[in-house]
């Protein structure tokens, strides 16, 4: 991480991720995140727009870690594709077992602050358009059995399952993450 001084906009996302997590989506407000912030509502509003604005900040900021995680996955095996997926998945799964807004959008599947719940499903779509496609651009470099949409098909198929891990865990990231890279070798060739 950068030494630098976080920026406005940055400390608002900060403290939205954390009131979320401690009060739920439906108590944060902008006068809220004012106060937190040390700035006045309009210098929020003036960063994020509107609640949805903020919202979609939240998780384009969430993303990008993911996101973060999965290259420097890649970049740690750069001759050995199933690798790179393996620990690209595992980390992925550490990262979500942590992360704060992750959690609270899971609670809301569960009954809990159910206005969360939008900020992953909206945004459903325009997440897995920008995993697939850092994915795919991971890939080119590698040899792989398959061209066109039989790759589309595949990465895709591995993005939805580490999404799905993501979202619901059925067991240790590791133990996950050594099947979906048995899974991707087969399909892969």
Do not use: C
């Amino acid at each position: 991480m950068s030494s630098a001084v976080p920026t406005t906009r940055e400390r608002v996302v900060d403290a939205a991720v954390r009131l979320t997590a401690q009060i739920g989506w439906s108590q944060v407000t902008m006068a809220r995140l004012a106060q937190e912030v040390g700035v006045s509502r309009q210098t929020v509003y003036n960063e994020v727009g509107t609640k949805p604005g903020l919202a979609e900040a939240m998780i384009l900021r969430e993303l990008d870690r993911f996101l973060g995680v999965v290259n420097e996955a890649f970049d740690a095996h750069p001759d050995d594709l199933v690798n790179a997926i393996r620990t690209s998945a595992q980390r992925v799964l550490e990262h979500a077992t942590g992360n704060d807004l992750l959690h609270a959008v899971v609670s809301a599947t569960h009954g809990a602050d159910t206005e969360l719940l939008p900020l992953l499903t909206t945004h459903a779509e325009s997440l897995l358009v920008a995993a697939k496609a850092v994915i795919a651009e991971r890939i080119t470099p590698y040899d792989v059995a398959l061209d066109g949409p039989h790759l589309d098909a595949a990465i895709d198929m591995v993005v939805r399952v580490v999404l799905s891990h993501v979202m619901q865990p059925s067991g240790d990231p590791a133990e996950t993450a050594e099947a979906i890279a048995w899974i991707a070798a087969r399909v892969l060739g």
